[in-house]
């Protein structure tokens, strides 16, 4: 079996299993404060353009976006997010877990617009009992989205704009933010995005990394005592300088552009095939996230060698299904996926 569910059922890129075997026995301070962390928070500092720039390491998305947007908020504020965005949908309520609401809003591409939210804080706050609902304070998007689909500069410009206008802070989720960054519908560079975002993580788990997430913050507010909210979520890791190591290695000599992309191209490989063969797409994504509507029979035939992620009911013959690749995807094993579905 193939398999193409989703981007992390490898484990980690062999440079980075390297530099951890050739490290594994040396002593170093606890908790993220040792040399590792600190030169892996410099290099992305200088890929962010800004020295200023806060980084934390933690171990996974879902811990990474609950202990941001819990410690953004107050008891009474929640976070405004597509309806189909990752903590509204995939992470078991762990946001609402710490009592923060999330206020999902329409969208059929996975992406908000800077409009939408600020029709909601508006009806929020010219709604006479404004003080019995909870408090629009943040916005969260996700950048690929879930359905695979990017901001443009414009739009996160947009949002940014809207956001300071209101006072809201806005968060990215860049769980799988290398391959947006490398998708060619991208016009943004990570500048942009630490420039326009109070706050937004850097994906390691899903792009070459064994686990990890670098979560980068951009204003004063939000960076104060954070590492106090990082314990008390139970996210400070103890030998810290493994997720240090790996955010190290990953941007060094561009390595984190360079697997990224490679999940791209094997991505536009699929895609092409599955163009050719005339199936249509739930969403159009020019990510490593691909979205083809298949006739039920075929996918019958191509989940006895192939792994995919069932995504919705379409008609009573056809299914919308998700094939992902990613930094280790093998053309071999693409190649194996396209003769396949040139079969059918």
């Not at 484990?11 to 040396?26: D, S, V």
């Not at 892996?40 to 890929?47: D, F, L, S, T, V």
């Not at 704009?161 to 290398?178: I, M, S």
């Not at 490679?262 to 159009?284: N, Q, S, T, W």
């Amino acid at each position: 079996m193939i398999l193409f569910q989703c981007d992390y059922n490898e484990g980690a890129h062999p440079k980075i299993m390297e530099r951890l075997m050739a490290t594994n026995m040396e002593q170093t301070v606890g908790y993220g404060e040792d040399e590792y962390c600190a030169q892996a928070a410099a290099k992305i500092r200088k890929a962010c353009g800004n020295e200023n720039l806060a980084v934390h390491f933690l171990v996974g998305g879902t811990q990474t976006n609950m202990t941001v947007i819990d410690a953004a908020l107050r008891s009474h504020q929640g976070v405004l997010c597509a309806v189909s965005g990752h903590i509204n949908v995939h992470e078991t309520g762990a946001v609402e877990s710490c009592g923060h609401k999330v206020m999902g809003l329409p969208s059929s591409d996975g992406k908000i617009t800077a409009l939408q939210v600020e029709a909601a804080y508006l009806a929020h706050v010219n709604d006479s009992s404004f003080e019995h609902m909870v408090q629009p304070k943040m916005v969260y998007i996700s950048n690929p989205t879930e359905l695979g689909t990017v901001y443009t500069k414009k739009e996160l410009t947009d949002l940014s704009k809207t956001c300071r206008k209101y006072g809201l802070y806005l968060f990215l989720d860049g769980a799988r933010l290398g391959y947006g960054l490398a998708s060619k519908e991208n016009d943004m560079t990570l500048a942009d995005i630490a420039s326009l975002c109070n706050v937004f993580y850097i994906g390691g788990t899903n792009i070459g990394a064994l686990f990890g997430e670098a979560v980068v913050i951009n204003n004063s507010e939000l960076a104060g005592d954070f590492r106090y909210f990082i314990k008390q979520k139970g996210g400070m890791l103890a030998k810290g300088r493994l997720l240090g190591l790996q955010f190290d290695t990953l941007f060094t000599d561009h390595l984190y552009e360079e697997i990224s992309a490679h999940a791209i191209a094997m991505a536009d490989k699929l895609r092409a095939a599955f163009e050719k063969k005339g199936y249509p797409y739930l969403v159009e994504s020019g990510t490593n996230q691909i979205f083809p509507i298949i006739p039920d029979a075929d996918l019958e035939i191509l989940g006895k060698q192939f792994g995919y992620c069932y995504q919705e009911r379409v008609d009573a013959a056809h299914s919308a299904v998700r094939f992902c690749t990613s930094w280790a995807t093998t053309e071999e094993n693409v190649d194996a996926l396209v003769a396949a579905i040139s079969e059918l």
